[in-house]
Each structure stands twice: as structure tokens, then as C-alpha cells.
């Protein structure tokens, strides 16, 4: 790498989890907790971050190339129905870490980045000895931070699923949990069922650095138009407040930029995840400002020519996707089969896929997430707390002979919240 500066140089001496260190023990790359992340933005003050999905090793790299070029702290995270065992990406919960690693050293990246575990999902109680094994291994292979997504069970069940996981993760780890399966307008978040879970979990130690919420957004592809509720997002962050949980804001694809400064200006969000949108701008398909794809009088998606992949290559996708009958939002399958042909493209064609990637997400760090220049915030948070962990940002004040099991399942029962209508949501 170029010359260093004696911050940078501290930081990387201290500031990297004990699983970073182990595996990257030459490395030059700054891989931090989200906690690291979240602090930085609050430290800016009305600022949040990409939580950038890592579908692809392109979208990677231009995601990287991005946060540089800002100045800014980052995460870069995989979903578990993304990269978990039933991956539909090339990109998986056991690789990210190497390759995040690889191009940080690779490209000179000075930035913090953070590596999180996105929905890592609990769709019932079954799912928990599953989940006690596997959780272990994620770290161990590079993640430093993670979402534990039980927002699928009732209340009661969420808050015990997290109870359970915390076992298995990390005290020094980014902690980020939900309520409200993500149902676009169906079934929305209240500040009832946030604090539920956030006092049930201080009962026990357990501080979360972010929440996400059902505050009106879609994962994939946003046809409603009716997007982020922000005045509900505002006023479930602020019953928060005394618990200093920071909002995850997820869904942002096909949200417009100023719906999006409004959750940065009058929400405690930090963190922003955006997928569909960087697969869709890497493929070189035509987006709206916002980075949702758009389609032609058919239905189809609108390739732009001479960006993103090759003609031929965005012929042979769609014939593929068209045998399968894939459609739409269902186009994300295409990543594992297609991520070895799209890297064996000339590397003019994987630069300017990255490139548009690049620019996509430095506009959304620059101007519409006032996340420039958080990249120093957070490296003075590792030389603050001389430590890889900043500690946690609240203390208990819940007692927890008030929420023994019995008394979990009674106070769920008296929570009057929709969760709307059944059915696989899918992450």
C-alpha cells in the first residue's frame, strides 16, 4: 500500500477483531464492528452510511472504490438467503471477509469497512439449533457484525430467538435486530413492540446497535410507490432514545433521494442496506435516479448499450432467466450462475460494471447520506476506545426478574400489533 497515516497505522494495530487478525494477519485493510460504523455516523451527527449488498465480487469492489473516493465509513454485507447455505449469490457469508479483504489490499482502500451479516432469518423455533451452529462459523470466516431477523415469529418469539443467539455471537460484534417483517404497506412497526424488544433484551445485557423496523418499504424491486414511512420511523427512533439504538433502514431501492434525506434528518438511522439497485446499475440495465430498474413497454428490463455486461452476455441472462421463468424481482438468481462468466468478461467490461456501481453509491454517500468524511470519525472511535469494541451505548436499567420467560409470553399477549397477513417474505 502507499504511505500510511499514524492514525491509519494505529488503528489497523488495534482497531480489527481477534477473527480479522487470525485470518488477515499481514493484512493492511481496516476491516472494524459495525459498532465502529454506527459510532462514526453519530459522531458526524445526522448521518448514515451504505450497508452495500456484496451480491457480486464487481459490486464489491465498486462499492469499495466509492466509499474511498467519500472518505467514508462502510459496511458491506450479505443477506442469508443471498450467501447463506441456500445461497442464490456467488457472494456467501464464508467468503466475503476473503474477498472484501483482497480488494481493500489490493486497491489501497483506507476506509473502515465493516462486514455484517444481513437477516440472518429465524423463521421458527426449529430454526435455532440450526442456527446455534452455523452463526460460529460466519465469524470465524471474517463477519464483524450481524442481524438477527426473527421478525417472522410473533413477539414473544422474536425477543427469545435473540435472547438465545446472543450466545453465539460476539460481544464485540455490530448487533443489529428487527421488528416487523419487511411487508412493504401490510402489517407495519409500532413503538409498542420496539420497545418490547429492545427493554426485553437490556434485561439481559444485550444492547443492539441498530433496529430495523416495517416502516413501509419492500425488499427488491418498489412498485407501490408508497415507500419509507419516515414520520413513523422518526417516532418509534425516539421512544428508543433513551436505549441509544441507532435505525437500519432497509429497502432503499426504488425510495427517491429526498424521501431518503428525510430518513437521515429526522430519523436515528446510521445505516442504509441498498441491493437490488447495485446489482441491476452493475448489469448496466436503465435505472431512475433512485436506482430502481426500469422496463419497457413489455414488461422487460432496459439494458443501456455498452454499459454494464456485454450485449451478448445480457442476451444469454435473460434467455436463461426466461427458461427458468424467472421475472422481475426473481432476476437476482441469475448471480451464482452468472458471477463466473461475468468475471471471465475483459477486464474493460469489469471496470466499467464497477465503475457504475462506484458512482452510484458515492452519489448516495455524498449527497444524499452526508456519510463524506466519516472515514477519520471512525477511526478516532478505535484509537478513543484504544480497542476493537467501543462498548455499548446504553446500560441496563431493565430488571430481568421482569422478563422471565412466563412473563415475556404475558406481555406479548398484551400487545395490540398487525402484523399483517401470513406468507414467505422473502430477504
Not at 429526522?266 to 430498474?293: H, R
Request: proline share 4%; net charge negative; aromatic share 6%.
Amino acid at each position: 500500500m502507499s504511505e500510511l497515516s499514524t492514525d491509519f497505522k494505529k488503528a489497523l494495530e488495534v482497531g480489527r477483531p481477534p477473527n480479522i487478525v487470525k485470518l488477515f494477519p499481514n493484512s493492511q485493510a481496516l476491516l472494524v464492528s459495525g459498532k465502529v460504523i454506527d459510532r462514526a455516523m453519530l459522531a458526524k451527527g445526522k448521518a448514515m452510511t451504505i450497508a452495500a449488498n456484496g451480491r457480486s465480487n464487481l459490486v464489491i469492489r465498486g462499492t469499495l472504490q466509492a466509499a474511498q473516493r467519500a472518505n467514508a465509513a462502510i459496511i458491506i454485507e450479505i443477506a442469508r438467503s443471498e450467501g447463506g447455505a441456500n445461497a442464490y449469490c456467488a457472494t456467501n457469508y464464508w467468503n466475503i471477509a476473503r474477498q472484501i479483504d483482497a480488494l481493500c489490499n489490493e486497491m489501497n482502500i483506507t476506509v473502515p469497512v465493516a462486514i455484517h451479516a444481513d437477516h440472518y432469518g429465524i423463521k421458527k423455533e426449529a430454526d435455532l439449533d440450526f442456527a446455534k451452529v452455523e452463526i460460529p462459523t460466519i465469524f470465524e470466516a471474517g463477519i464483524t457484525s450481524i442481524a438477527i431477523d426473527a421478525s417472522h415469529m410473533p413477539d414473544d418469539k422474536n425477543l427469545l430467538a435473540n435472547l438465545t443467539l446472543s450466545q453465539v455471537i460476539p460481544t464485540w460484534a455490530g448487533l443489529e435486530t428487527e421488528i416487523g417483517e419487511i411487508k412493504g404497506s401490510e402489517g407495519l412497526s409500532s413503538s409498542a413492540e420496539a420497545l418490547f424488544l429492545i427493554k426485553g433484551l437490556n434485561a439481559f445485557n444485550i444492547f443492539p446497535d441498530w433496529i430495523a423496523l416495517n416502516n413501509g418499504t419492500t425488499h427488491g424491486i418498489e412498485a407501490s410507490g408508497q415507500g419509507i414511512q419516515v414520520e413513523l420511523t422518526g417516532e418509534i427512533h425516539e421512544k428508543l432514545a433513551p436505549f441509544g439504538i441507532s435505525g437500519a433502514q432497509h429497502g432503499t431501492s426504488g425510495n427517491n433521494s429526498d424521501r431518503l434525506r428525510a430518513i437521515v434528518a429526522t430519523t436515528k438511522s446510521t445505516k442504509a442496506n441498498v441491493a437490488t439497485a447495485l446489482q441491476m446499475i452493475s448489469w448496466g440495465l436503465e435505472v431512475n435516479d433512485y436506482g430502481n430498474a426500469k422496463l419497457d413497454n413489455n414488461g422487460d428490463f432496459i439494458k443501456v448499450k455498452s454499459e454494464g455486461v456485454t450485449e451478448a452476455l445480457w442476451q444469454e441472462m435473460q434467455d436463461y432467466a426466461a427458461k427458468e421463468g424467472w421475472q422481475g424481482g426473481n432476476y437476482k438468481k441469475l448471480n451464482l450462475p452468472f458471477e463466473p462468466k461475468i468475471m471471465g468478461q475483459p477486464q474493460a467490461i469489469r471496470e466499467r460494471m464497477a465503475k457504475r456501481v462506484e458512482d452510484f453509491v458515492y452519489n448516495l454517500l455524498v449527497n444524499v447520506f452526508n456519510a463524506e468524511d466519516t472515514a477519520p470519525l471512525a477511526i478516532q472511535t478505535v484509537l478513543a476506545a484504544k480497542s476493537h469494541d467501543p462498548g455499548s451505548k446504553c446500560k441496563r436499567t431493565e430488571d430481568p426478574a421482569d422478563w422471565s420467560g412466563d412473563k415475556i409470553i404475558a406481555m406479548a399477549k398484551e400487545l395490540d400489533t398487525d402484523k399483517g397477513p401470513a406468507g414467505d417474505f422473502d430477504d
